[in-house]
T-cell receptor, first 113, second 109 residues
């Protein structure tokens, strides 16, 4: 079955702009989590959506937001981009069981100039 | 501050050698997972350990969960170049996974 699909794979923005990233989960998975990965901080949890509701949220400023649609596809938005937002943004889908397995996409590489 | 501390941060060894990666925390987790990430790809799950003291083997990889469910280790026997990658541990609480910063393993042929 198809894996997790993230678009776009690469993008370059300038400070102050905003960006929207998209994630299509594995069919049947209703949980989508977003992570930010940087060399210095590793994988940092942004938020999780399950059945269109945000269930968990990490410690990121309000500039980072997300949503989930009825088909489980998810988007995350970053407004007023800062240089420090340059990172690999990873989306992961799961069945939301415990213990659960996260299935990651290949990520969206954001560069802020 | 990372909830999970991984050590070492980098590891470079010769093919055929053994290696151990450690993952430590002061928090108790309901489960602990190990992932491997290769360049340009997302992390892929290797194993999940749930019970304190549990040991799981996956071919040449041995995973152990500490008795108190706060720490874990990954041991690779006779490492091969294909084992090269970023190894990440992740502790689960309330459906939320917190990741360590990762250990970059390089196995030289």
């Amino acid at each position: 079955k198809a894996g997790v699909t993230q678009t776009p794979r690469y993008l370059i923005k300038t400070r102050g702009q905003q960006v929207t990233l998209s994630c299509s989960p594995i069919s049947g998975h209703r949980s989508v989590s977003w992570y930010q990965q940087t060399p210095g901080q590793g994988l940092q949890f942004l938020f999780e959506y399950f059945s269109e509701t945000q269930r968990n949220k990490g410690n990121f400023p309000g500039r980072f937001s997300g949503r989930q649609f009825s088909n489980s596809r998810s988007e995350m938005n970053v407004s007023t981009l800062e240089l420090g937002d340059s990172a690999l943004y990873l989306c992961a889908s799961s069945l939301r069981t415990s213990p659960g397995e996260l299935f990651f996409g290949e990520g969206s590489r954001l560069t802020v100039l | 501050t990372q909830l999970l501390e991984q050590s070492p941060q980098f590891l470079s060894i010769q093919e055929g050698e053994n290696l151990t990666v450690y993952c430590n925390s002061s928090s108790v987790f309901s489960s602990l997972q190990w992932y491997r990430q290769e360049p340009g790809e997302g992390p892929v799950l290797l194993v999940t350990v749930v019970t304190g003291g549990e040991v799981k083997k996956l071919k040449r990889l041995t995973f152990q969960f500490g008795d108190a469910r706060k720490d874990s280790s990954l041991h690779i026997t006779a490492a091969q170049p294909g084992d090269t990658g970023l190894y990440l541990c992740a502790g689960e609480t309330d459906y939320k996974l917190s990741f360590g910063a990762g250990t970059t393993v390089t196995v030289r042929a």
